[in-house]
């Protein structure tokens, strides 16, 4: 047993997806010639943590009460572990939800109230991911949800609540972003193919099969640092990026080369902390 199950459930190698869309969207807002407001971007950074241990807790519960992580190769996992009830997870989805939800309205009433729309809408995918009759996550759209909520509201909406306006330089570097977070929840998939072709979790790995999945996950890497080529449009310094290659490339080799299973899970973390920094040196890119 971990030394605290709670810490554990909230998978913290996952929290880099919601660190790095605060961290460009709001650097975004430097190369606006504008200042950026801390206190707006620490209640961001807040909502964006708590919505992500939030869905990983709601995973835990919803998962668990349909029986598919009775056998687990990953990182544990609450209910299916027996370490904690459903009940008591569920309602840590819940608080952590309404964490999100009171700081959210708090930023909201600093910038825009559009936001209070954008946050239930947030919470309502996060719970539905793998909640409720007929959860998205086991039809293969988790990757597209990732992508949406993790990249480019995520991402875009840092920038919001520091300029309260869209432009499409924050549509641009939010791409990165959520190539990334898809990477992440795409390798956490390929570890359980197997397990989740069993119990009929059609995720997205399960639909394209072992070769094609490793295939699609090595696109979102190298769709990763295209786009963050392309952001040399906003500025040159973007080109920064490249300097994390050797890092994506040991990644991709290892997926490449077929390693399955529980060999997967130092893939995961390698691939938070790319997310992680790709997203800072294009943070700082932009604060250049």
């Not at 010639?33 to 519960?61: C, E, K, M, R, W």
């Not at 597209?144 to 609540?161: H, N, R």
């Not at 973007?238 to 994390?244: D, E, I, R, S, V």
Request: hydrophobic share 55%.
């Amino acid at each position: 047993m971990p030394t605290n199950k709670w810490i554990a459930g909230a998978r913290p190698k996952t929290l880099p997806a919601a660190i790095a869309p605060v961290l460009v969207g709001t650097a975004l807002r430097h190369s606006d010639h504008a200042p950026i407001n801390i206190l707006n971007a620490l209640l961001a950074l807040t909502v964006s943590l708590a919505l992500q241990i939030g869905v990983n807790y709601a995973n835990d519960y919803s998962d668990g009460i349909r029986g598919t992580d009775a056998v687990r190769v990953g990182p544990i996992r609450l209910v299916g572990s027996g370490l904690a009830s459903p009940k008591a997870v569920k309602n840590a989805a819940i608080l952590t939800f309404a964490f999100a939800a009171i700081i959210g309205l708090a930023l909201s009433s600093r910038t825009s109230w559009w936001l209070v729309i954008v946050g239930a809408i947030s919470i309502i995918a996060a719970w539905r991911y793998t909640g409720g009759k007929n959860p998205y996550g086991y039809k293969g759209l988790g990757e597209i949800s990732v992508f949406l909520f993790f990249g480019l509201v995520a991402t875009m909406g840092s920038y919001v609540v520091q300029s309260h306006s869209l432009s499409w330089n924050s549509f641009l570097v939010s791409l990165p972003v959520g190539a990334l977070a898809c990477a992440i929840l795409a390798i956490n998939n390929l570890r359980d193919l197997p397990k989740d072709a069993l119990v009929e979790k059609r995720t997205m790995a399960v639909r394209l099969g072992d070769r094609n999945a490793r295939i699609a996950f090595i696109g979102l890497l190298a769709g990763a640092h295209l786009a963050a080529v392309v952001a040399t449009l906003i500025t040159p310094w973007t080109l920064a990026t490249l300097l994390l290659l050797p890092i994506t490339i040991q990644i991709a080799r290892g997926v490449w080369a077929g390693i399955t299973g529980a060999d997967l899970i130092p893939i995961l973390g390698k691939v938070g902390r790319l997310h992680l920094l790709l997203s800072t040196t294009l943070a700082i890119a932009l604060l250049v």
